[in-house]
């Protein structure tokens, strides 16, 4: 198990460009979440599924982000018409739910730049 | 709604000195109480958790937790920090009435001085 994986690690855009994130889950795990790091602040939840199925979005997620997971596996996150306020650390994780014992798997995360 | 609070942005500390960082939840039931490390360019690691049970918690790097319910609290101690101890700190709740999805703290940022 390689844990989880995301692509790329960085990624320097230009406002108005839109670009995806991938994230690769730890294989036997039901549930990916997607959440957003700015500097100095803790992680801040975006979204998340069980197996493929999109369950919540929070209200930080506007309409220019997508995020899917085809098939329950790997996931994309896709920000359409960037803005300055893009710029972040975006973070997968995923979980293996049963019962309350929810524990997440970071990747090491994607950093945005919007110029 | 769940939420967290670590009321110190930084914390200095020699090392060999002993640790504790700060956590304030809210939360009206019995939360899911977690502690995550994260050093530059690296992913979020789990140091510990609470579910239930004994309310000390022993995590990975020596280190410790201690869930008081009276309080809504849930510090993290070390009794002898290291300088690969330097790094950022975040507290988390998750709650059933949240699907059990994490709510981070803005974090600590810990500075070990040699």
């Known amino acids: 198990d390689t844990g989880v994986s995301q692509d790329p690690r960085h990624k320097i855009t230009k406002r108005g460009q839109n670009v995806t994130f991938r994230c690769d889950p730890i294989s036997e795990h039901n549930r990916l979440y997607w959440y957003r790091q700015t500097l100095g602040q803790g992680p801040e939840f975006l979204t998340y599924f069980q197996n493929e199925a999109q369950l919540e979005k929070s209200r930080l997620l506007s309409d220019r982000f997508s995020a899917e997971r085809p098939k329950g596996s790997f996931s994309t996150l896709e920000i359409q018409r960037t803005e300055q306020g893009d710029s972040a650390m975006y973070l997968c994780?995923?979980?293996?739910?049963?019962?309350?014992?929810?524990?997440?798997?970071f990747g090491a995360g994607s950093r945005l730049t919007v110029l | 709604a769940q939420s967290v609070t670590q009321p110190d942005i930084h914390i200095t500390v020699s090392e060999g000195a002993s640790l504790e960082l700060r956590c304030n939840y809210s939360?009206?039931?019995?939360?899911?109480l977690f502690w995550y490390v994260q050093s530059p360019g690296q992913g979020l690691q789990l140091l510990l958790k609470y579910f239930s049970g004994d309310t000390l918690v022993q995590g990975i790097k020596g280190f410790e937790a201690e869930f008081k319910r009276s309080q809504s609290s849930f510090n993290l101690r070390k009794p002898s920090v290291h300088w690969s101890d330097a790094a950022e700190y975040f507290c988390a709740v998750g709650a059933a009435g949240g699907s059990y999805i994490p709510t981070f703290g803005r974090g600590t940022s810990l500075i070990v001085h040699p």
């Open positions: 994780a995923s979980s293996l739910m049963t019962g309350g014992d929810n524990v997440l798997t």
């Open positions: 939360y009206g039931a019995t939360p899911y």
